[in-house]
């Protein structure tokens, strides 16, 4: 029996699914990983909207990260950060740790090799529009990679 998926066997025998093998990223240092699983992981946050797992042929797994707007321009209210855009606000240097420090947490539950080393905010969501998500909402993982090299390449 062969599949396009990658998944393990429960302790009924059962098989989960947990990726698929196309998705897989591949560091540098030869470690595969399942992307969707430090997906799932990381982006369970209250202040994550949706977040993009990067590091094939990389030394180490970063991230673009899309913020839940309505409860970061909460966050930021509460502490007097003056903003006047969603640039202005990813940009501020508060949001950017504050979002280094909940996901370095929630990284902790990963393996070592997988944890999100840098990430960067991005200030639009990911669209079936722009090309990103799938008429199934999955990501696109290749078009993306493309679309933002230039802020990959920075967490590099």
């Not at 707007?69 to 606000?89: H, I, T």
Request: proline share 4%; no cysteine.
């Amino acid at each position: 029996f062969k599949t396009v998926d990658v998944g393990e066997f429960d302790e009924d025998g059962f098989r989960k699914i947990t990726d698929r093998i196309k998705d897989l990223i591949i560091t540098s240092g030869g470690k595969n990983i399942a992307p969707q699983h430090i997906e799932l992981v990381v982006g369970g946050d209250h202040y994550i909207e949706q977040i993009v797992a990067i590091g094939d042929r990389r030394p180490f797994i970063s991230a673009l990260v899309v913020p839940s707007f309505e409860a970061l321009e909460e966050w930021a209210k509460e502490r007097g950060l003056v903003f006047d855009s969603r640039e202005q606000l990813v940009a501020a240097p508060e949001v950017v740790a504050m979002y280094e420090q909940r996901i370095a947490a929630r990284s902790g539950k990963l393996g070592p090799y997988e944890r999100i080393k840098k990430i960067t905010l991005l200030a639009t969501e990911f669209t079936q529009d722009a090309g990103e998500l799938t008429p199934t909402m999955k990501i696109k993982r290749k078009f993306i990679n493309e679309k933002y090299t230039t802020e990959v390449d920075a967490m590099y």
